[in-house]
């Protein structure tokens, strides 16, 4: 077992902190972060919102359950530090079960949970803790994997496509608690995919390019599920698909890039993706919903406003991409406003033609603004930011957390979380703005990606330096990606503590507690991706071993040391 050099063990307490780094190292503390003293870790935890108290409305159906819950016992957690090793490997206290991974077969049909899969959403049935179906985005797809040859044997006939278009998008699998572990439920009517091969149409019968439906959905990455319990994927780096088109006043100028490159193939309008799916678990029926806009999403994070309006919050995952948020005028999806974000004046900006008369000068319909939302988003000023993910809200104040991942072009290698305080409620065109948690040496982590909260209010956090990347100065001491525990509560409130390390060149995503708080659903995406260089020597080997082809796969985590922080 390879170990990255880490910061010291506190001989007084079992535990792994992120800041001990900033705290024992030899070299000097830097006084101005915000993990340097404590001070700054006060600041942090303000920042986070501890003592404040929740005046709007409620998101993901626990916000004002959390208000009054006691925050200042904690059990002790021994952390892990950062490491080197081929496995998925947990905290003292922690285990996991390995749910489904790529190739498994779901139904009678012969579908099979697809590639790199990535957020997960677990919809109980009748209520149990137990039992509920399981939604699971495949992000993307890499070829060699899929046709077991290497790059100088694969021919990519448009049959071969196919069968990579098959490999992306999200599958619902029925599982359920048994035997004391998770397992999924072979045969039930419920398991399905929705692939890139599936037609779905757009929301209201709009048309896009010549057509209402478009063929798939793609580049599935972070999501969400709305107020009437249906599942939100984003549709986010299709450009590596489909190419993009850079629309100048009317005129269409197609770009293709590299990657699986299928528009080589087949001729399907860029304009076709980028939108925010919205799947009913029970029947698979898809719909993508135009009004939210479309641009390099990750997330869709819904929130109900004191007068019963839905508002959806969303990342661009782009250099220089954008915060969005829509807000409906009723509850569901059939009219509403997309906004994008001034941070630097806590404004949020109206992508409406007939608000903004900017937009003329680019686009003659509402529609062709909510399909080039981002150049949107640019005439009417808003903010660049680091690339925003995962977007959460924090269930204490209604604080909205956004994770900046990174920006190499601005010198910003680690990252950042950032938080915007709405004035009112959720649809207010007002907030102010802050970045206080800064990754890096000092905080003990890098390029923050995707967030949840548990009953108790504390931050659970995956990483993702890419895998690329990992052996470069920048990151090379943080080891793999990891899962990291922010209490918000005891002695070591506010300090992140790695509770998982990732399998080699994979990341954690889509954390998503089982209501009872006794399960961690977790992708481990795209372990021993570089092996698509030289299919003879994989650079992993998990889950299955020896031998075998490495496999992403999501896993049920849970344990004695789970049950003690969700007391």
Request: with cysteine; glycine share 10%.
């Amino acid at each position: 077992m390879e170990s990255v050099p880490f910061w010291n063990q506190r001989s007084s307490v079992n535990i792994w902190l992120a800041s001990d780094w900033a705290l024992h190292s030899p070299r000097k503390r830097n006084k101005n972060h915000p993990m340097g003293n404590s001070v700054k870790r006060r600041q942090f935890l303000q920042f986070l919102g501890v003592t404040s108290a929740l005046g709007v409305g409620s998101a993901s159906g626990f916000l004002s359950a959390c208000q009054n819950l006691p925050r200042n016992r904690q059990p002790q957690i021994e952390g892990i530090p950062h490491l080197r090793t081929d496995d998925l490997v947990l905290t003292k206290g922690l285990r996991y079960d390995l749910v489904a991974k790529w190739g498994d077969l779901i139904n009678d049909k012969g579908e099979t949970f697809g590639f790199n899969n990535d957020f997960t959403c677990f919809l109980p049935i009748e209520g149990k803790s137990n039992e509920g179906l399981l939604w699971v985005n495949h992000e993307s797809t890499i070829p060699q994997f899929i046709h077991n040859r290497p790059t100088s044997q694969l021919t990519r006939s448009r049959a071969e496509m196919i069968e990579e278009q098959k490999s992306v998008g999200g599958s619902i699998i029925h599982i359920k608690y048994k035997g004391s572990k998770w397992q999924l439920v072979k045969g039930s009517k419920w398991n399905r995919r929705i692939s890139g091969r599936t037609p779905i149409p757009f929301s209201q019968g709009r048309n896009i390019q010549g057509k209402n439906v478009a063929m798939g959905t793609i580049a599935n990455c972070a999501g969400g599920l709305t107020p009437w319990k249906t599942f939100l994927t984003s549709e986010e780096n299709y450009d590596k698909f489909y190419g993009e088109i850079r629309w100048n006043k009317g005129k269409r100028i197609f770009e293709g890039y590299p990657g699986v490159a299928w528009y080589k193939k087949f001729n399907y309008p860029p304009e076709h993706y980028g939108w925010i799916v919205e799947v009913d678990p029970w029947t698979g029926k898809a719909e993508k919903q135009v009004l939210l806009g479309r641009a390099g999403h990750e997330g869709a994070t819904c929130v109900v406003t004191k007068s019963n309006r839905t508002v959806v919050y969303m990342g661009e995952d782009r250099k220089g991409g954008f915060i969005f948020k829509f807000v409906s005028d009723g509850l569901h999806f059939k009219s509403g406003t997309l906004y994008a974000a001034d941070t630097k004046n806590g404004k949020w900006l109206a992508l409406d033609i007939e608000k903004n008369p900017i937009l003329k000068t680019q686009f003659s319909n509402q529609l062709e603004v909510l399909t080039y939302s981002h150049l949107a988003g640019k005439l009417v000023g808003a903010t660049p930011q680091d690339r925003p993910e995962d977007i959460e809200i924090n269930p204490y104040n209604g604080d909205i957390l956004i994770a900046l991942t990174n920006n190499s072009d601005n010198k910003n290698y680690y990252g950042s979380v950032i938080k915007i305080s709405e004035k009112n409620d959720f649809d207010s065109l007002d907030f102010s703005y802050d970045t206080l948690v800064s990754g890096g040496l000092e905080s003990g982590f890098a390029c923050p990606d995707n967030f949840t909260f548990d009953k108790n209010g504390n931050l659970w956090m995956t990483v993702d330096i890419g895998e690329g990347d990992m052996k470069e100065p920048h990151y090379k001491m943080f080891g793999n990606n990891g899962l990291y525990y922010i209490p918000m509560g005891g002695a070591h409130a506010g300090h992140p503590i790695q509770v998982a390390s990732a399998p080699v060149d994979a990341e954690f995503t889509g954390p998503w507690f089982s209501p009872d708080f006794k399960t961690l659903f977790l992708s481990v995406q795209h372990p021993g991706s570089r092996t698509a260089k030289n299919m003879q020597k994989p650079t992993s080997q998990w889950p299955d071993g020896p031998g075998q082809l490495p496999k992403s796969a999501v896993v049920a985590i849970q344990g004695p040391l789970l049950d003690q922080l969700m007391a």
